[in-house]
């Protein structure tokens, strides 16, 4: 009796046709890489048994359809799922509301990009995250009476920013 193929044969044998196979038999594209690492595992467990009936490309495409079959069926299932169980949410912002929040972000971002790394850190961890002074102090391993007046310099620099994006703004 013949010794079964090595896994890695097959793996590197097999695996384009494998991946085809997987998106031709219906596995959506974000679950193909699932479906062929499962193939390949299955491969892995039942290769001691194999026995070369047929060809071992059929042996492999017949794992392929029963991958597939499940992967389907689970997609099936979890649509299902996916409608019954999550009510539909409604969003509160118009889309005028998400493009002056996307616009708003912009702008902050340009102005953190004209703070020196030591304000940003302190004006990000403090008036953004929320976090306690001594903790920002703590986080950024400096003195506590240092991160304030980094926070200090950093809401000078911030707020000097604004007046001059505003002035331009009404400028325009």
């Known amino acids: 009796m013949n010794a079964p193929p090595e896994i890695g044969a097959i793996f590197r044998d097999y695996g384009p046709f494998v991946y085809t196979m997987l998106r031709s038999l219906g596995v ?12 390949f595992v299955v491969i892995h467990r039942r290769l001691a048994t194999y026995e070369p009936r047929g060809t071992l490309r059929s042996w492999v495409y017949s794992i392929c359809l029963r991958v597939a079959f499940r992967f389907r069926r689970r997609a099936g299932a979890m649509r299902e799922i996916a409608t ?19 616009q708003a972000h912009g702008i902050l971002c340009e102005i953190l990009d004209e703070l020196d790394d030591d304000k940003r850190a302190v004006f990000v961890l403090f008036e953004l995250e929320g976090l306690p002074m001594q903790e920002v102090a703590e986080s950024l391993q400096c003195p506590l ?17 604004v007046h001059r994006h505003r002035a331009r703004r009404e400028f325009k």
């Open 28 to 39: 959506r594209s974000s679950e193909v890489d699932d479906a062929f690492q499962e193939v």
């Open 84 to 102: 019954e169980e999550i009510p539909e949410t409604e969003d509160p912002m118009t889309p005028a509301e998400h493009l002056r929040q996307r």
């Open 145 to 161: 009476q240092t991160a304030y007046s980094r926070l200090r310099a950093a809401r000078e620099a911030v707020d000097a920013a």
